[in-house]
């Protein structure tokens, strides 16, 4: 019996401690599959989203340097000639919209209102001149205002910098009138006219795709008492709803 009671003991551990190894086997075969499930997929490149410019409805503001060519100083008895007048402020503003976008080039039209400014270079006439007591009495300084078209035209040379073309014109009103002297009716006032122009830029669309900025040469012929002859350097800065 005893002899029956320790081969059963024997029996019974060495069933127990096989039990022991299949579990402890699986439990590690268990661990190591959970291990590589973890592990991370291997990145693979994504691939990046085109930049794409917003066009529509835009407003566009521009600040620079506005001059014009000619003219005499009348604020002195020797009526010196001006090459250029002093450089005053130009102010800018077009409201347009895009009529034709296409991968590398864009067409625009607006209304465009703006203001450029002239000193120390009068506008006295051949007349006047030969005269030149009245001369001196001609305004030195004058302002132009103009509402008018403008048309834009823009060609791409990256993915976000443009050349642009702008041609714009319209009716001008220049005050004080530049060819009344100081004694003759309706001095002081102003004058109605008209005003051409056109330009070449640069135009740079930052990550923001509905905001661009940049620099503009633009030449006008003033037609008033003549043509009078001018250019402004601007920075255009463009909102598009």
């Not at 296409?102 to 051949?126: D, E, I, Q, V």
């Not at 990550?207 to 633009?218: E, H, I, P, Y």
Request: glycine share 12%; net charge negative; aromatic share 10%.
């Amino acid at each position: 019996m005893s002899k029956l009671s320790g081969m059963f003991r024997r029996s019974l551990a060495v069933t127990v401690c096989s039990a022991s190894l299949a579990a402890a086997s699986a439990w590690a075969a268990e661990e190591k599959g959970g291990d590589k499930a973890e592990e991370p997929a291997i990145a693979t490149e994504t691939q990046e989203t085109p930049f794409v410019i917003r066009r529509g409805f835009y407003a566009e503001s521009d600040l620079g340097a506005f001059f014009t060519f000619g003219g005499y100083n009348t604020n002195i008895p020797e009526l010196p000639a001006k090459g250029l007048s002093n450089v005053q402020p130009y102010l800018g503003l077009v409201l347009g919209y895009d009529v034709m976008s296409k991968p590398k080039t864009n067409l625009s039209l607006g209304l465009k209102l703006a203001a450029g400014f002239s000193s120390g270079a009068g506008r006295p006439s051949a007349d006047q001149l030969a005269n030149g007591d009245v001369a001196t009495t001609i305004p030195n300084d004058f302002a132009v205002y103009q509402a008018g078209l403008a048309v834009a035209f823009g060609y791409f040379v990256s993915e976000r910098v443009a050349l642009t073309l702008k041609v714009d014109g319209g009716a001008a009103i220049v005050t004080p009138d530049t060819t009344i002297a100081a004694a003759e009716p309706g001095a002081g006032g102003t004058a109605v006219g008209g005003m051409a122009g056109g330009g070449l830029g640069v135009e740079y669309f930052t990550l923001l795709n509905d905001f661009s900025v940049g620099l503009d040469l633009r030449f006008a012929a003033i037609f008033h008492g003549g043509m009078i002859p001018s250019a402004s350097i601007s920075v255009p800065i463009r909102y598009t709803f």
